[in-house]
């Protein structure tokens, strides 16, 4: 296992489009989250799984936004009808037994 | 209301020396303290934690100090080398599900050779 990875590295988009971005976790990690990453800040925490459940989804940005972990593996993270202010790195990470492993990250331009 | 401060943006050390990087909390809550480490173009990763319970935890160079009191926290490094250049990230969180933490903005170290 190489640890978690993020698809794609980096997306341009134009405002108002939908976007979705995936996230592979450990496999034998049971939690994943996401967060954004705007510049010249900390993660900020957006919503995690535990498996396929969504434990917290309070602290996404909007209604725009929506993440999903189907089969408890992999999660897709969506932002509809983007605006210039989502432009920022959006980071994923596991846990399980041995700690937090984040991936690196999907750059997200609006343009 | 930021929650979790790192108010030096940046810190330049000389290889060797300690180096130390502070972190402020404001939220008593908080029971459960990570510091992170992020090169260019990756993501942030785990290098120490500590629970309030305790109030020092040591990993090799790296030590975190926890002042309940103060709400403060700190992470040494010593000795410092260069391959430690990196932004760190102090992040705080409550019944050490530490994946809904609330991080700092972090702080750029950059140890001269």
């Known amino acids: 296992d190489t640890g978690v990875s993020q698809d794609p590295r980096h997306k341009i988009t134009k405002r108002g489009q939908n976007v979705t971005f995936r996230c592979d976790p450990i496999?034998?990690?049971?939690?994943l989250y996401w967060y954004r990453q705007t510049l010249g800040q900390g993660p900020e925490f957006l919503t995690y799984f535990q498996n396929e459940a969504q434990l917290e989804k309070s602290r996404l940005l909007s209604d725009r936004f929506s993440a999903e972990r189907p089969k408890g593996s992999f999660s897709t993270l969506e932002i509809q009808r983007t605006e210039q202010g989502d432009s920022a790195m959006y980071l994923c990470a596991s846990s399980g037994v041995g700690g937090y492993t984040f991936g690196s990250g999907t750059r997200l331009t609006v343009v | 209301d930021q929650q979790v401060k790192q108010n030096s943006p940046s810190l330049s050390v000389q290889e060797g020396r300690i180096s130390i990087l502070n972190c402020d909390y404001t939220n008593s809550m908080f029971d459960y303290f990570l510091w992170y480490k992020k090169y260019p173009a990756e993501g942030p990763t785990f290098l120490i934690s500590i629970s309030s319970i305790k109030d020092k935890n040591e990993d090799g160079r790296f030590t975190v100090f926890l002042n309940k009191s103060a709400k403060h926290l700190s992470l040494h490094i010593v000795p410092s080398q260069p391959g430690d250049s990196a932004v760190y990230f102090c992040?705080?969180?409550?019944?050490?599900?530490?994946?809904?933490?609330?991080f700092g903005d972090g702080t750029t170290l950059t140890v001269k050779p």
């Open positions: 496999s034998e990690h049971n939690r």
């Open positions: 992040a705080a969180g409550i019944n050490t599900n530490a994946g809904k933490s609330t």
